[in-house]
């Protein structure tokens, strides 16, 4: 009984001292987004009320700004890591709630062109990024890395293959900190090109879906196009994700096959492990929100919740991205990834004008 | 930036009995749910 005793208060004291530590960081997060959100509509307010036709630039470019600066001058104290590091749980709670705004249909259209186009760029991807990995003389472990990270999922996929192939947690780093790096630097580029090439809403989402590599950038780079364009890049970058398992599986057997280590005895299993459960959840919202649960309001309530997610998300982007790292982590990775990046980049944007006219959906 | 990353990652892993995509879709689930039931009525924007 003591012991039961003993037992049971660490563990609640632990949890609530866990709970606790995330507040300044969640708050901080909160507090560079809605800043975001009163700039944007302040800009708004003054043209208005003095008959300018001012830009208008979106809060998630704002907060992300905010964030960045933050991040790069003053810096982030320790107390604030742990509630950071929750930007991803929000992203993944805001796609999960963002299937509210899907029809089934539409998912399964979209999903489904998406996944043709993300099979094509993957092993477009995976081929080039492995010649360029060589003709650099990069090591073979951080040549996966770096084709795995730009062809599937950023860093989700590189953490996934780091485990499953035993690389080094230096190539990791080094592999993490290119796809960061370009991630940063594609949410810039991607709409000024697709604002230039005069992309539709659907066509820029998917190529921001296809082209760019971490969630958290796609959505923020689909975002700062327009809200539609957000949704359709969210949807394409599901699909994508839905490949890590498969992709991280074939690396894990070919390398085991190499390096003579322990075969993977229940590929399922593995499979089932790797596959990124938000998507199972997207679906299902997506799914019960066709069969009309939900009323219109509460469909904007629920739209409205992965706002405000996404708005958490947006403000960790910036508020993570370490402009002085980008200068420490040496120049042939960061070179293959950039000239991967390029070349990925334009073949999905020739993909994607290809498939335009099978994807005509309501948004 | 990135050490931190892997670190924080393969830390999570190794102790989560739920993993930070399932709680992310029991998150999103719970607060469906309690649109649906009404408990949360409108969610301004």
């Excluded at chain 1, 085991?256 to 919202?285: C, D, M, Q, S, Y």
Aim: net charge positive.
């Amino acid at each position: 009984m003591a012991s039961g005793v003993l037992t049971v208060e660490p563990v609640s004291e632990n949890l609530s001292r866990k709970i606790g530590s995330l507040i300044p960081g969640v708050a901080l997060l909160f507090a560079v987004g809605y800043a975001g959100r009163i700039i944007e509509r302040s800009i708004a307010n003054y043209g208005k009320a003095h008959h300018l036709a001012l830009p208008n630039i979106e809060y998630v470019l704002w907060a992300i700004v905010i964030g960045l600066l933050i991040a790069n001058t003053v810096g982030i104290p320790k107390i604030f890591e742990p509630g950071l590091a929750t930007y991803e749980f929000w992203l993944k709670a805001g796609i999960v709630l963002l299937g509210s705004r899907f029809l089934l249909g539409d998912v399964l259209k979209l999903g489904g062109v998406s996944l043709g186009l993300v099979a094509i760029e993957i092993v477009v991807s995976l081929l080039f990024m492995t010649a360029l990995g060589k003709a650099f003389g990069l090591n073979p472990k951080l040549t996966t890395l770096l084709a795995v990270g730009s062809s599937i999922c950023g860093v989700s996929a590189i953490i996934a293959t780091q485990g499953a192939i035993d690389a080094d947690d230096e190539d990791a780093s080094y592999a993490i900190a290119a796809i960061l790096s370009l991630g940063a630097i594609s949410l810039f580029v991607f709409p000024l090109v697709g604002h230039w090439l005069h992309l539709s809403d659907q066509s820029y989402g998917l190529w921001a879906g296809l082209g760019i590599d971490n969630t958290a950038e796609v959505t923020a780079a689909g975002n700062l196009y327009s809200d539609a364009a957000g949704k359709v890049a969210v949807l394409a970058k599901t699909a994508r994700n839905a490949m890590i398992g498969f992709v991280v599986l074939g690396y894990a057997i070919h390398w085991a096959r190499k390096e003579h280590t322990k075969e993977i005895e229940n590929k399922a299993a593995f499979l089932w492990k790797k596959f990124p459960k938000f998507v199972l959840g997207f679906l299902l919202i997506s799914a019960i929100a066709t069969a009309g649960v939900f009323g219109k309001d509460q469909l904007t309530s629920l739209a409205n919740l992965s706002r405000w997610a996404f708005l958490l998300t947006f403000a960790g982007v910036g508020l993570r991205t370490n402009i002085r790292e980008l200068g420490k982590q040496g120049l042939r990775p960061f070179v293959v990834g950039t000239l991967g990046e390029i070349v990925i980049a334009a073949l999905t944007l020739g993909l994607v004008y290809g498939a335009d006219r099978f994807l005509k959906i309501g948004t | 930036m990135s050490d931190g990353v892997v670190k924080e990652e393969r830390k999570a892993r190794s102790t989560r009995w739920l993993s930070l995509d399932g709680w992310a879709v029991v998150l999103a689930l719970a607060l469906s749910l309690a649109v649906w039931v009404g408990l949360i009525k409108q969610v301004p924007w």
